[in-house]
């Protein structure tokens, strides 16, 4: 069945009552999670665990005692096809939340199919749409990171370098992605983009009269 709003679920799988139930893709309140998972051996682990994201909840009181959200997680983005997956280690990368506009920058994927891959990711609650436009969130911080550590070390930094460029292309007078420029360039080991970043975002502190900000700056920078 598909996933868009709704989570089909066997109820002798789960040991929960009869019937189809949905589940709303948004984060539940911990007593509205334990409402789904009432009946799961370990409750407290599960609401815990799920963060009140309800389809983590209901696939953790699924999984055996000895399950963890890490493991259901991993089992969840094995399911991804290529063309998501791609789009998802991307989204990974730039971080907790990213923007539309600079994921097709730096990957470079034709529009149609990287909207596509990100339609599927939602249907499959893994990002939601931020109340920022066309920004995207995780669900869960633990899908990001799975996602971010199965990326390879080689694969890493060259993803990192083009983000970095792709931030660079931006028309950004007030230098506020120079803090994200500098971040990704340095783990790229672009050095001199990472200095002349990092420049660029101590004097915006500075601007700005944020001093500690500044100082951290100068430290990441040196």
């Known amino acids: 069945a598909g996933r868009a709003g709704a989570l089909e679920y066997r109820p002798s799988a789960y040991g929960l009552r009869r019937g189809v139930r949905e589940v709303p893709g948004c984060p539940l ?75 097709g920058r730096a990957s470079e994927m034709p529009a149609g199919e990287m909207l596509s891959a990100l339609a599927k990711l939602e249907r499959s609650a893994i990002i939601r749409a931020s109340e920022r436009g066309g920004s995207y969130d995780f669900t869960h911080d633990l899908i990001r990171d799975g996602a971010y550590q199965a990326i390879s070390g080689p694969r890493r930094l060259l993803v990192h370098r083009h983000i970095a460029r792709a931030l660079q292309s931006v028309h950004d007078p007030e230098s506020s992605l120079a803090g994200d420029i500098m971040r990704h360039a340095s783990i790229a080991g672009d050095h001199p983009l990472a200095v002349l970043s990092a420049i660029e975002a101590g004097r915006r502190c500075l601007r700005l009269f944020s001093y500690p900000a500044a100082q951290t700056v100068v430290r990441l920078g040196a």
Do not use: K
């Not at 609401?47 to 696939?59: C, D, I, Q, R």
């Open 29 to 103: 309140l911990g007593e509205e999670t334990e409402g789904h998972v009432d009946a799961a051996p370990d409750r407290d682990r599960v609401v815990v665990e799920s963060g009140g994201n309800p389809l983590f909840a209901l696939e953790l009181a699924r999984a055996e005692s000895a399950g963890t959200l890490t493991q259901v997680i991993a089992g969840r983005l094995a399911q991804l096809d290529g063309r998501a997956r791609d789009v998802f280690a991307w989204a990974a990368a730039i971080g907790h939340r990213f923007d539309a506009d600079i994921l």
